[in-house]
Antibody, heavy 126, light 110 residues
Framework: QVQLLESGPGLVKPSQTLSLTCTVSGDSISSGNYYWSWIRQPAGKGLEYIGRIHFTGVTNYNPSLKSRVTISVDTSNNQVSLNMSSVTAADTAVYYC??????????????????WGRGTLVTVSS | QSVLTQAPSASGAPGQRVLISCSGSSPNIGRHPVNWYQQFPGTAPRLLIYSNVQRPSGVPDRVSGSKSGTSASLAISGLQSEDEADYYCATWDDNLFGWVFGGGTKLTVL
């Protein structure tokens, strides 16, 4: 059974870079044709897609965050990383990583997020 | 402002059926399947429905999903107190070239 665990500093100063790691256990990131995504949720608010990466290195980012976000993959350690630069208080949120599971229907790929990590709270404050 | 629109709240008495709607547009729901997630306070979202109507193992058959045009719905029948949670719809958006979520619906069991 695949499990994801986010880790990283819980407190980041404004204007600095937020760095988080998602460690995958129970399966190899390189096996299967999965995307690995980051999603965040400010306290009391909804979910926001940050971006995703395929183990081949192909990435996709939310246009509203693209200029500040980098997602990378470390297949040797079975980890996916998120870096977000120039953070402000608006970036305070619980950050989740999730695997995009999928099926192919009539040659088209249908994706969904499953499983999710438990999430990690990042607070941006001086 | 979320790309997908959900009512912020819904409620029903135990045993009743409740419908949670998700409204989108052509670049998203109009072209791609919808997934639904259930989230309890302080926990990560959990997949509830994928590809519009499919239930993962472990999700009871009193939970169902549907889609028509640019809207999707999640139905929960035989409401139970343990159904109290937040529910989010999500799909891919071709204009944004990324995932979009609804703002979430908080379900209260009266």
């Amino acid at each position: 059974q695949v499990q994801l665990l986010e880790s990283g500093p819980g407190l980041v100063k404004p204007s600095q870079t937020l760095s988080l790691t998602c460690t995958v256990s129970g399966d190899s990131i390189s096996s299967g044709n999965y995307y690995w995504s980051w999603i965040r949720q400010p306290a009391g608010k909804g979910l926001e897609y940050i971006g995703r990466i395929h183990f081949t290195g192909v990435t996709n980012y939310n246009p509203s965050l693209k200029s500040r976000v980098t997602i990378s993959v470390d297949t040797s350690n079975n980890q996916v990383s998120l870096n977000m630069s120039s953070v402000t208080a608006a970036d305070t949120a619980v950050y989740y990583c999730a695997r995009e599971d999928f099926r192919v229907v009539h040659y088209a790929r249908e994706n969904w997020f499953d499983p999710w990590g438990r999430g990690t709270l990042v607070t941006v404050s001086s | 402002q979320s790309v997908l629109t959900q009512a912020p709240s819904a409620s029903g008495a135990p045993g009743q059926r409740v419908l949670i709607s998700c409204s989108g547009s052509s670049p998203n729901i109009g072209r791609h399947p919808v997934n639904w997630y259930q989230q309890f306070p302080g926990t990560a979202p959990r997949l509830l429905i994928y590809s519009n109507v499919q239930r993962p193992s472990g999700v009871p058959d009193r939970v169902s999903g549907s889609k028509s045009g640019t809207s999707a719905s999640l139905a929960i029948s035989g409401l139970q107190s343990e159904d109290e949670a937040d529910y989010y719809c999500a799909t891919w958006d071709d204009n944004l070239f990324g995932w979009v979520f609804g703002g979430g619906t908080k379900l209260t069991v009266l």
